[in-house]
């Protein structure tokens, strides 16, 4: 039996949805992986696509992009010149996907608070930051889409030696969970996908590895969660608030 292919968002008509056009979308993470394809795919759909990154002005921007920002989202200073920065370049921002993450594998018993401490102020705590800058104008203007990504290892602890990781991963998806509630009579949805083993460079050589564990036989493509978060920023999500979207090829 032949594996299920991944999709291919390499055109607008690829991946159809509504209520993009025109919007201010801001892609935490967007120099490459997921939050490049996201970004990339976004301006397919006609968002005014914000690439934030800390690798930025040095790397290049996804195609498409209307704006390139350099951010460094553990850090609240960086976080609010960041998004100012959009607003006064792009208008109010409508659309915050978060990618920006880091993810190694760690012994518990090599994990130090200082290590712990880092994973979590990017990976946690840089998802915080980024929404809670921008939420509260989104419901202001009574409108906003707001997608956070985790993990799988955020469900169930992921494989060994990376605890940091999988609990600042579950602190995400509980994170959305908590701002649907908070946001949802104001216009506001707060959606999480909790991808599991998806090709970039984050699990460069595990590849293989992953492949073997997953039923439809194979591995994630940052195509898979473009076209998922795409989904969840469109206007045909607007009854969809609080989801986490598990997306892992039958992979438990």
Request: net charge negative; glycine share 10%; with cysteine.
């Amino acid at each position: 039996m032949s594996a299920a292919a991944a999709p291919d968002l390499r055109h607008a008509s690829d991946l159809r949805v509504g209520g993009l056009q025109d919007r201010v979308a801001v892609v935490s993470g967007a120099a490459s992986g997921i939050g490049w394809r996201v970004a990339e795919v976004l301006a397919l759909q006609g968002a005014r696509v914000a690439a934030a990154d800390l690798a930025f002005p040095g790397a290049p921007a996804p195609d498409g992009a209307a704006l390139a920002v350099p951010v460094d989202v553990a850090d609240e200073a960086s976080v609010d010149a960041a998004m100012a920065r959009v607003e006064q370049e792009l208008g109010p921002i409508d659309v915050l996907v978060t990618c920006a993450g880091v993810f190694r594998e760690m012994p518990f018993d090599q994990l130090d608070l200082a290590k712990w401490n880092r994973t979590l102020s990017i990976n946690l705590n840089g998802t915080f930051l980024c929404a809670r800058r921008v939420a509260p104008q989104m419901a202001e203007r009574g409108y906003g889409r707001i997608v956070l990504v985790a993990s799988g290892a955020g469900l169930d602890g992921g494989s060994e030696a990376c605890a940091d990781y999988a609990a600042s991963k579950g602190g995400v998806i509980i994170l959305a969970k908590a701002l649907s509630k908070e946001y949802a009579h104001r216009g506001v949805t707060a959606n999480v996908v909790v991808p599991r083993a998806i090709r970039t460079p984050m699990i460069a050589g595990l590849e293989d590895a992953c492949t073997a564990q997953i039923p439809v036989g194979r591995i994630g493509e940052p195509d898979d969660v473009a076209a998922a978060a795409t989904y969840l920023c469109s206007s045909h999500a607007s009854f969809i608030t609080g989801e986490a979207m598990v997306m892992n090829g039958g992979w438990w």
